[in-house]
């Protein structure tokens, strides 16, 4: 049995998020019909993490066992032909026997994208969040660094959560600009329910003056969702990087 894995990017605009479901179409089930199809047989993917419904990827992980003895070029092509225009395989090789794309990951990057412009982009329709209010790069990236270090992040997750341990170790985050585009990037051993999108909302509330500058590590203390800021829309939502 060979384990394969994949290194795969998508627009999530048209997806109920990565996990197959009931409801609608999902990465997850794309992606296994077109390698079933291809291979002939019964292909389920194990994937890096759930991503909701509209989130994008520059860098998705999965791995699967086959028999079939298609080579890592061969199964690139062939599935790339048989997927939507919105999923793409990058990489395909052959994996040691006990790798597994979730339970092997160390940690994650996240990068959120906002078009920070008065005037829309219609290019930019379902992949950024448009924000056409001024925002201070500089000092939400001073803010921003409080979110770093191993903290309880239960204010900045969704009442969805199932997690118990909401603690969570944050590597980097950082704010920059390019041009009309604000790029929140974060790091970290994991990542909660809606986390990402909330301390994104922290952030823009930050910079609203809806709450004060200086509160994120009290609103981390206090442990209550309703202390910390808006859930932002997923469209800006990116999975940037895996690490193993």
């Known amino acids: 049995m060979r384990n394969i894995k994949v290194i795969m990017a998508y627009n999530g605009a048209g997806y109920h998020g990565y996990q197959r479901q009931n409801n609608g179409d999902t990465i997850q089930q794309t992606v296994e019909e077109a390698l079933s ?30 028999e079939n003895p298609i080579s890592c ?7 790339n032909d048989l997927l939507p225009e ?35 982009n219609p290019f930019y329709a ?10 201070d790069e500089k000092m939400l990236d001073l803010e921003a ?7 309880d992040f239960k204010s900045f997750c969704s009442a969805e959560c199932d997690k118990e341990d909401t603690t969570r170790t944050i590597y980097s985050f950082d704010v920059v600009r390019e041009n009309d585009l ?21 952030l823009v509330c930050i910079n609203e003056g809806k709450i004060e500058k ?27 990087k895996v690490f193993y």
């Open 145 to 151: 660094k409080a979110f770093i270090g191993r903290q």
């Open 37 to 66: 199809k291809l291979l002939r047989e019964e292909i389920v993917i194990n994937g890096c993490s759930r991503t909701d419904a509209g989130v994008h990827a520059r860098e998705y992980i999965f791995n699967f066992k086959t």
């Open 182 to 202: 604000v790029k929140m990037r974060v790091s970290g051993d994991g990542f909660l329910y809606n986390m990402v999108r909330i301390m994104v909302g922290t």
């Open 214 to 240: 200086g509160k994120i590590k009290e609103i981390i203390e206090q442990k209550d969702r309703t202390k910390a800021g808006i859930t932002v829309v997923p469209d800006g939502l990116y999975l940037n």
């Open 73 to 79: 070029e061969g199964l690139l092509k062939g599935t």
């Open 126 to 135: 379902d992949t950024v969040m448009r924000y056409k209010y001024p925002l």
């Open 86 to 120: 919105d999923i793409a395989f990058l990489e395909v090789c052959e994996e040691r026997e006990d790798f597994h794309a979730r339970f092997d990951c160390k940690g994650k990057e996240y990068e959120y994208v906002i078009h920070n412009s008065t005037v829309k």
